[in-house]
């Protein structure tokens, strides 16, 4: 697995805060992506989800996330989307391929380079959709950035 430190720079989103099962993110994205077709809101970067339930529960009922794109401007909220600003922040990237049936193998992969490197994880992870179910039908052609925040001690 390739990995990277880097930093986002700030940026404004637009976002859905969710509590639902995760088989209904594809819901959640479809109303965003929409919203940035109908409402011609020029992006910055690709759609990504963040995890505040722990990601290897998600698939166990409930889980909390935020399902967001990186836009330019400042676009109307809606009642359902808001538009929120994003501080700068450091990240350590590793690239998924495929299905995200393997991604934890991924995330522990990550984890042990955080550990091997002394990076502590300080907050909650990040999936970028670089290739996902909005402009992909092959699970198997997804490519996933997963964002760890850190702090390098």
């Not at 399902?67 to 809606?78: C, G």
């Not at 590793?94 to 393997?102: F, K, L, M």
């Not at 934890?104 to 970028?128: C, F, W």
Request: charged share 30%.
């Amino acid at each position: 697995m390739d990995y990277e430190v880097k930093v986002i720079p700030e940026q404004k989103l637009g976002v859905i805060n969710c509590k639902t099962p995760i088989k209904d993110l594809g819901i959640f994205l479809s109303i965003l992506m929409d919203w940035v077709d109908t409402e011609e809101i020029v992006t910055d970067g690709d759609p990504f989800i963040v995890y505040f339930s722990p990601r290897h529960e998600v698939n166990q009922g409930d889980a909390v996330y935020d399902v967001s794109i990186p836009v330019k401007d400042d676009p109307d909220e809606t009642d359902r989307i808001r538009v929120v600003d994003m501080i700068e922040n450091k990240v350590l990237a590793g690239t998924h391929y495929g299905s995200t049936d393997t991604i934890m193998d991924t995330y522990a992969q990550l984890v042990e380079v955080a550990q091997e490197n002394h990076y502590d994880i300080i907050g909650s992870p990040k999936e970028v959709l670089i290739k996902g179910l909005h402009n992909c039908d092959n699970e198997e052609e997804y490519i996933t950035e997963i964002q760890l925040p850190i702090i390098e001690m």
